[in-house]
């Protein structure tokens, strides 16, 4: 699939979306939505209306997720669908504020190919393709930018943005919490009340993370491909209900501050055998990689393919506790880091038929280690790779490999 095509297309839908919804502003029709406090417009459905005719009529096999309409287009268990939020902030639109967007997300089953959030009333369009980047277009003449976020700033001078589902009520101790812990933690945390405004903001540079509690999916998910595009971590709770997306520093300090990932790794060690102290790693690059890239994970442990192979499906097992070294791993870090190279086996078995596997790590700079962020190797060997495999792991020590 041509996934440049599909993004022009995507921006161009939400552009035209956006215009439709700041010339309707002044006679936008208002109803109630569903049974709670949620309203919608003529201007939600119709717009909605208009893109999902676009990518049946180009895509026909594919299927749309819309917010207003729900399941449309092909069946739902198409290899892709797009997600659709055709007014996204209606509540601010109705209230006459200039904070609203259009959100178009692209998927091949649960992973984000191509996402696009448009700021309506100013005409900026956020987009990225996985892989490609993110990018900020602002008319149809100029070229795009490209967006990279930094790694961050400490929590007592950032401002996050914070951004919960209809569903979550007032009552929800959680969500009450977690936006206590925010206030307290952070310089400042912005209620939107629309994610198409709020990622505008976090890839710019103005926003340190974005932090979403129980979200509606078309709302979340471009966005994050848009994040982690421009260089943004992500950290998800194991119940799938927390996202932190933003710059890497910041979410390492609000995962600390919100217990994002700590909960199930509490639940999983013993009293007797507490974490060791984690030391400064937070340069590292495995933090960066999205987490569409995962080929297995654990809750205390993912794969991923090396960078730089120095084998057909060469793959590291790296712990998402950020520590220097296998040695400072927790025994469960280690049990889990270990099934997964079965795992990850299994797979390169199925994928690859190597003739055999080398499984280890380096430990220190005087082992060759240049990452300092723990992590074990699987490299598939095949027969002929090298002209005398004699020894094995013992090449790490040139010349002394043969006996």
Same mark, same amino acid.
């Given at each position: 699939?041509?996934?440049?095509?599909?993004?022009e297309? /995507?921006?161009?839908?939400?552009?035209?979306?956006? !215009?439709?919804?700041? =010339?309707?502003? !002044?006679?936008?029709?208002?109803?109630?939505?569903?049974?709670?406090?949620?309203?919608?417009?003529?201007?939600?459905?119709?717009?909605?209306?208009?893109?999902?005719? /676009?990518?049946?009529?180009?895509?026909?096999?594919?299927?749309?997720?819309?917010?207003?309409?729900?399941?449309?287009?092909?069946?739902?268990?198409?290899?892709?669908?797009?997600?659709?939020? %055709?007014l996204?902030?209606?509540?601010?639109?109705?209230?006459?504020?200039?904070?609203?967007?259009?959100?178009?997300?692209?998927?091949?089953?649960?992973?984000?190919?191509?996402?696009?959030?448009?700021?309506?009333?100013? #005409?900026?369009?956020?987009?990225?393709?996985?892989?490609?980047?993110?990018? *900020?277009?602002?008319?149809?003449? &100029?070229? %795009?930018?490209?967006?990279?976020?930094?790694?961050?700033? %400490?929590? !007592?001078?950032?401002?996050?943005?914070?951004?919960?589902?209809?569903?979550?009520?007032?009552?929800?101790?959680?969500?009450?919490?977690?936006?206590?812990?925010? &206030?307290?933690?952070?310089?400042?945390?912005l209620r939107?009340?629309?994610?198409?405004?709020?990622?505008?903001?976090?890839?710019?540079?103005? *926003?340190?993370?974005?932090?979403?509690?129980?979200?509606?999916?078309?709302?979340?998910?471009?966005?994050?491909? *848009?994040?982690?595009?421009?260089?943004g971590?992500v950290?998800?709770?194991?119940?799938?209900?927390?996202?932190?997306?933003?710059?890497?520093?910041?979410?390492?300090?609000?995962?600390?501050?919100?217990?994002?990932?700590?909960?199930?790794? &509490? =639940?999983?060690?013993?009293e007797?055998?507490?974490? %060791?102290?984690?030391?400064?790693? =937070?340069?590292?690059?495995?933090?960066?990689?999205?987490? #569409?890239?995962?080929?297995a994970?654990?809750?205390l +442990?993912?794969?991923?393919h090396?960078?730089?192979?120095?084998?057909?499906?060469?793959?590291?097992?790296?712990?998402?506790?950020?520590?220097?070294?296998?040695?400072?791993?927790?025994?469960?870090?280690?049990?889990? +880091? *270990?099934?997964?190279?079965?795992?990850?086996?299994? #797979?390169?078995?199925?994928?690859?038929?190597?003739?055999?596997?080398?499984?280890?790590?380096?430990?220190?700079?005087? +082992?060759?280690?240049?990452?300092?962020? =723990?992590?074990?190797?699987?490299?598939?060997?095949?027969?002929?790779?090298?002209?005398?495999?004699?020894?094995?792991?013992?090449?790490?020590?040139?010349?002394?490999?043969?006996?």
């Amino acid at each position: 699939m041509d996934l440049r095509s599909a993004a022009e297309l /995507a921006i161009t839908l939400a552009r035209e979306a956006g !215009d439709f919804a700041v =010339a309707e502003h !002044d006679t936008a029709r208002i109803e109630a939505k569903g049974t709670g406090a949620d309203l919608v417009t003529h201007v939600d459905r119709e717009a909605e209306a208009r893109i999902v005719q /676009a990518l049946r009529e180009r895509y026909p096999e594919h299927a749309i997720l819309g917010e207003e309409e729900g399941e449309q287009g092909a069946a739902a268990g198409a290899r892709h669908r797009w997600l659709i939020d %055709p007014l996204d902030g209606t509540h601010n639109y109705v209230l006459g504020l200039d904070v609203y967007g259009v959100c178009i997300t692209l998927c091949e089953g649960d992973r984000p190919l191509v996402a696009v959030v448009h700021d309506s009333p100013r #005409r900026r369009t956020f987009w990225a393709i996985a892989g490609a980047g993110a990018w *900020l277009s602002q008319g149809e003449d &100029e070229e %795009p930018r490209r967006l990279v976020l930094g790694t961050g700033v %400490p929590l !007592d001078r950032t401002t996050v943005a914070f951004t919960q589902g209809y569903e979550v009520g007032h009552d929800d101790e959680r969500r009450n919490d977690l936006f206590t812990s925010l &206030e307290r933690g952070t310089k400042r945390v912005l209620r939107s009340w629309a994610p198409s405004s709020d990622w505008g903001l976090l890839v710019t540079g103005q *926003l340190g993370a974005m932090v979403a509690y129980r979200n509606e999916i078309w709302d979340l998910v471009g966005g994050t491909l *848009l994040a982690e595009e421009a260089g943004g971590a992500v950290r998800t709770d194991p119940a799938g209900e927390l996202i932190v997306v933003g710059r890497p520093q910041t979410v390492e300090e609000l995962d600390a501050l919100l217990g994002v990932t700590r909960a199930a790794t &509490e =639940a999983r060690l013993s009293e007797d055998a507490p974490l %060791p102290e984690q030391k400064d790693v =937070a340069s590292s690059p495995f933090t960066r990689i999205p987490r #569409r890239e995962r080929i297995a994970e654990s809750s205390l +442990a993912f794969a991923v393919h090396d960078a730089h192979p120095v084998s057909p499906g060469h793959a590291l097992i790296i712990p998402v506790r950020q520590i220097p070294t296998w040695f400072d791993a927790s025994p469960e870090e280690m049990r889990e +880091a *270990l099934e997964l190279v079965d795992v990850v086996k299994a #797979r390169l078995d199925a994928e690859h038929a190597p003739d055999g596997y080398n499984v280890g790590f380096n430990a220190g700079a005087s +082992a060759g280690q240049t990452v300092f962020h =723990a992590h074990l190797h699987v490299i598939p060997r095949y027969s002929g790779d090298v002209d005398d495999p004699t020894g094995g792991v013992r090449h790490a020590v040139i010349g002394k490999g043969f006996y």
